[in-house]
């Protein structure tokens, strides 16, 4: 006869048990769509990267509402260090969608060589520039809709540009965003929309205006991808995640950075 389980035992424990090694604990696996955080706990979280960062900006170059689009369109699959790089000479010489048509798609491309895609990328820029005079008076719209109608635009880069350039409390997940959702059970889920949509109900809306710069450049500098640096974190005693390898957290002062795009 079967012995009876005893009652709190997971599948995993029952496994390992059974294979003669040591009982494991279970890790608290999050549900999906559900935060493992108390709202304590995130605001917090969030009141910490406040005074880390008080007024934390995306690293893109740009100089107006046209060229970080543009910029955002080119970062795809490319680090913005590089973007930056082939857009200074770009925007110095068509900050505006006149100015990019006029140029015309060749030039555009040999700016734009060293960016991966570029022929693509570069094809979008004019077509987008070309709407932009067509449909909106050379302005680029405030309105997810409509910029999600431009080509090479997707909801991630319409989320950055309302977020920059229109101050609206927009959350773009990018791969770092995507990753802390779900590492840190933040907002777990297995899209980007799914993740977004969690981040926004969760984050407090005193930090929603900046929590996606906050969140990017958290995942971007402490938790890494593939090794996070726990020790140089300031949430580490509040992180719920299964890989952290430190509680205590780095002291709570304003960050410095060492340049363009650099780590510290
Ligand atoms: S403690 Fe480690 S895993 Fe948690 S947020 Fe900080 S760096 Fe990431």
Sequence with gaps: MQKPKPKNQTRRAALAL?????????????????SVYTPGEVHEMFRRF?????????????????????????????????VNKATRPL??????PQKMLALGLEKVGDYIRTIGLWR????NVIALSETLIRD???????????????????RKTANVVLN?????PTMAVDTHILRLGNRLGLAPGNTPEKVEEQLLKVIPAEY????????????????????????????ADICKAAVKTSAIPAPLVEWAPLGDGADQ
């Design 18 to 34: 059974r294979r003669g090694g040591k009982s494991v604990k279970p890790r608290p696996r999050p549900v999906r769509g559900r």
């Design 50 to 82: 406040s005074v880390q960062r008080p007024e934390p900006e995306g690293e893109l170059v740009s100089v107006n509402a046209f060229t970080l689009l543009v910029a955002v369109v080119l970062s795809a699959q490319a680090t913005d260090v590089g």
């Design 91 to 96: 925007f110095a010489v068509a900050d505006t």
């Design 120 to 123: 693509n990328k570069a094809k």
């Design 136 to 154: 909106h008076g050379g302005k680029v719209p405030d309105d997810r809709d409509a910029l999600v109608k431009l080509p090479g635009v997707g």
């Design 164 to 168: 920059t350039a229109f101050g609206h």
């Design 208 to 235: 929603l205006r900046h929590a996606h710069h906050w969140l990017i450049l958290h995942g971007r500098y402490v938790c890494k991808a593939r090794k996070p640096e726990c020790e140089r974190c300031i949430i």
